[in-house]
């Protein structure tokens, strides 16, 4: 796409919010273990080109707390917020219009609107609601390009409930890293699944794992309850894996979580 003309963050927001829209509108949701979607061709294949061409650079992204320090002193994980202050600071040209017309897009009342639509039941059983009514639960964005390095990995967890659904969309520039896929847990504690499992992983089955597909998404609601556990994680990326590039759209049901974790 066009980068050059004053209008072009525009005219991607909208390229982008319309093309979004349409591919969610076409995905049924699965319910199992919990209500979750994967969307392959997310963005318009002209933005994906470009978006990946065009990642900001290495020294503008921040590490990401004590956790994904490794025992080198080194940080495996690593953010760069999507915030217009944060887009304004630090990216020029062609990369500050491309960014801002696609996080104005992300940020947009019509993609939250499509999202809780494909994932209406896993809301509406968090909020003891009926499906039809989960639009009108309010919801407040949080977008962060997030880079992950060999040594990064987290265990199977629910996500806070201060989060509603977090919705991820995988950037590899190909298809050689499809096995970096976030993976989908359920509760098991069989001796086959206590026994002999890293620290964090017992008592957990993998019963799912969407590739890490060029262009494609993973969004699920989240539910933390008694009965019911939105579990996911991700298990050592290894040392041939390369960087996990993806972009994570998370709904936050308050607009101060969504602006500070």
């Known amino acids: 796409m066009e980068l050059a003309s004053p209008s072009a ?33 997310i963005f318009p294949q002209d933005v994906y080109a470009d978006l ?64 809780f639509n494909r ?36 265990t199977p967890h629910p996500d806070t409930r201060k989060k509603l659904v977090t919705f991820q969309i995988a950037l590899p520039r190909d298809r050689s890293q499809l096995d970096l896929g976030t993976m989908i847990y359920k509760r098991n504690l069989s001796p086959k699944f206590l026994l002999n499992r890293p620290k964090g992983f017992r008592g957990f089955e993998k019963v799912n794992q969407y590739p890490f597909e060029p262009n494609s998404a993973f969004a699920f ?20 894996s390369g960087i996990r590039n993806s972009l994570l759209c998370i709904y936050y049901a308050s607009k101060e979580n969504a602006t500070t974790y």
Request: proline share 6%; hydrophobic share 35%.
């Open 221 to 240: 609601s989240v539910i933390n309850s008694v009965r019911k556990k939105s579990w996911h994680g991700r298990e050592p990326l290894e040392g041939e």
């Open 119 to 154: 994932l209406s039941a896993g809301i509406g059983y968090r909020f003891g609601i009926d499906p039809k009514d989960v639009n009108q639960v309010e919801a407040f964005p949080r977008l962060s390009l997030m880079r992950e390095k060999p040594g990064y990995f987290i």
């Open 52 to 115: 990946i061409d065009l990642l900001p650079e290495d020294s503008v992204y921040t590490t990401m707390g004590k956790r994904h320090i490794m025992e080198n002193g080194e940080s495996n994980r690593f953010e760069f917020q999507l915030s217009a202050e944060n887009i304004d600071a630090n990216l020029t040209d062609s990369r500050h219009t491309l960014w801002t017309g696609i996080r104005n897009a992300l940020n947009a009342p019509e993609l939250k609107k499509a999202v």
């Open 9 to 41: 963050s525009s005219q991607i927001t909208q390229h982008v919010l319309s093309h979004m829209i349409n591919r969610l509108s076409a995905v049924d949701p699965c319910e199992d273990p919990y209500p979750h979607i994967s969307v392959r061709d």
